[in-house]
C-alpha cells in the first residue's frame, strides 16, 4: 500500500477479487449485463452475450440490440461534470517546447470540427479511415472523429513504411487518409507525407489525403487530393451529432503479424470493446478519479487504442500522450515527464525498461516520482531483473507492478494482477481479469490439463466482451486461425505455464510469430521481404534472444546463383527489408546459407534453424526426417556472433 495520506483505497481487495470473478464465470449474462451500464446508450440493449465458439461457425456479439456513439461515451457524457477537466495532455519531442493541455470542452469542439472535416470529404457510416499520423491530438481527434460519425479507423503505425501503408489502404479499401507532414522523435524526423504520396501512388485515385502541418516541413501537394487539415478545421462548426451505431458495428481495424501470410485487420466492433477498455482501465490500473494517467505506447498500437485513448477516456481520466522516445534527449525523459505531469500510473513495455535499466538508475533517481502509485508493463515476458528494477528503482518498492497480458486481439487485458488484490510474482501476469477463463491445454492431444500446476498452449474457454469479432474481410481465415486448431476454444498463440498458486506464466509465441522490443513480427513476412529482392533465392527468419529488445531477427539467407555474398549486400538488404516493411522488421543478423535443412517434402525446419540461431545446436532434436544433413553442419560452422 503506498503511504501517502491522499491515497484512495484501492477498487479491489483479495476477497473482493474472488468473489466478482467467480459470480463472472458463473453468471457472465448477469455480469456483462451489469458492466455493460458504465456506457451511455442510445437504445439500452436487452441481450447481453451470444457467443458461439464451435468450429467453424464462430460467432461473437455482445449487447448486439443496445446502439450508442463511441466518441460521445469518451467526450460528451463528461461535459458536463468535467467540461474543464484536462482529457488530455499532449507532451511534444522536444522538451523545451510547451506542454498542451486539452479540456474535455476543447476536445469536443475539435473532434466535432474534424468530424464535419471527414463528412466534407464524403465519409460517412461505415466508410474506413486509414490514420497515418505522429503522436499527436490530431491523432486522438482523428481517432474520435471516425467514430463520432459512425465510420471505421484503420491506424498504421508511422514507423511504417510507403508498401505497408498502401497495402493496407487497399486492404480496407479506405476512402481517406488521414497523415502529417512530419513526424518528429528523438529529435529526428520521418516524412510521414512523402511515405503516403509514395504509397498513394499504390491506391485508388479517389483515396484522399488530409494532411496535419504539424512541424511545418516542406511537402508536395497534390491539388484536389490533398487537404490542408487545420485550415479545414478552423472554419469547420463545432456541431457534429453523433452518429447512432450498433454495439456489433465496427469501430476499429488494426493490422497485426500472424504466422501465416499478410498482416491480418483484426477487427473490433463498438460496444463490448468500450466496456472492456474502460473497465480494464479503471481495475487493473486502479483508476481513481483525478488520476494522471500514462501509457507511452504509440497509437499505432493496440496498447495505444485501448490505454491511451478509449479506456481513459470513456473513464473521464486525463491520459497523457507522449510524442517522443525514452532516451531523448537522455535516459531521464521518460521519469521527467512523470514528474513534470505529476503521473499516478505509468505503463510501458519491458524492452524500454531493460533499455533504460542499462543507461544506470541515476537517470531516475534525478528526479521526483512521489506521484506515481501504480507502474504497468506489457509486450512481451518481463524478466525478473527487469522486473525488479523497475520495482525498486522506479517504485521505490511502492508501488505494485501490473503485468498485464493480452492481444491486439483481445482488446483489454486478460490475464493482470489487480493491485491491492493479487500478490505479484516477478515474471508472471498472474491471474485471469474479470470474466476470462484461461485454459492450458497439452498441445498434442489437444486436452485441457486440469492439474493446477501444467505448461501447455494458452487457451480461452468462452468469450469476453473487447474479443475480436472477425478478420476483415475474411471471417474464414479468423475461424482458422484461432478456432481451428483447438476446437471450442479461442487459441492465443502463446505457451504458458500454470504454477502450484495457480499463477500464469507466458513463455512466448509456440507460431511463427516473434517479438521484437513488444512489437509482433510474422517471420513470414520478414520472408517474403526478403526474397522480393533480386539476389536472394531462399530466405527462412527466426527470432533469437536479445537482451533489449527480447528477441532478434536472425535471417537465413540463399543466394542466387552467382550472387557474390558480401558485406555490401548484407547492408543492402537490411536497408531493403527497412523499406519493404519498416525499420522494426530490419534483420539483426543475417546468415549466408548455402542451403536450408528441409525435409524431404521440402519443408523448411525452422525449429533447427532457431536451435542454431539460439545457440544451442547441441540439442537439434530428431533431424532424422532431414534431407540433406550437411546443411545443418555448414550452417552451425558459419553461425553468426550474437554479441
Ligand atoms: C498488447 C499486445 C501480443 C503478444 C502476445 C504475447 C506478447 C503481450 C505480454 C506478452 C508476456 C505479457 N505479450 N503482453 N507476453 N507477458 N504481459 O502486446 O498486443 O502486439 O498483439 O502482442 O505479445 O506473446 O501474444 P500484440
Redesign the pocket.
Known sequence: MPDTAQAPAWHVDAAKYEEMYKASIADPEAFWGEEGKRLDWIKPYSKVKNVDFGYPDVSIKWYEDGTLNVASNCVDRHLEKRGDQTAIIWEPDDPSAPAQHIRYSELHENVCRMANVLKAQGVGKGDRVVIYLPMIPEAAYAMLATARIGAVHSIVFAGFSPDALANRINDCDAKVVITADEAPRGGRKTALKSNTDAALLHCKDRVKCLVVKHTGGQTTWTEGRDIDVKAEMAAASTDCAPEEVGAEDPLFILY?SGSTGKPKGVVHTSGGYLVYAAMTHQYTFDYHDGDIFWCTADVG???GHSYIIYGPLANGATTLMFEGVPTYPDASRFWQVCEKHKVNQFYTAPTAIRALMGQGSEFVEKCDLSSLRLLG??????NPEAWNWYNDVVGKGKCPIV???????TGGHLITPLPGAIETKPGS?TKPFFGVHPVILDPTSGEEITETEAEGVLCIKDSWPGQMRTVYGDHERFVSTYFEQYKGYYF???GCRRDADGYYW?T??VDDVI?VS???MGTAEVESALVAHSSVAEAAVVGYPHDIKGQGIYAYVTLMNGIEPTEDLRKELEKWVRSEIGPIAKPDLIQWAPGLPKTRSGKIMRRILRKIAEDDFGALGDTSTLAEPAVVEDLIDNRMNRK
Open positions: 497485426t498500437w493496440v496498447t508493463t506489457v509486450g512481451e515476458p518481463i503485468d498485464t497480458w493480452w492481444q491486439t486481439e501476469a492465443s498463440g502463446d507466458i512466448g509465441r517479438n513488444g512489437h509482433r
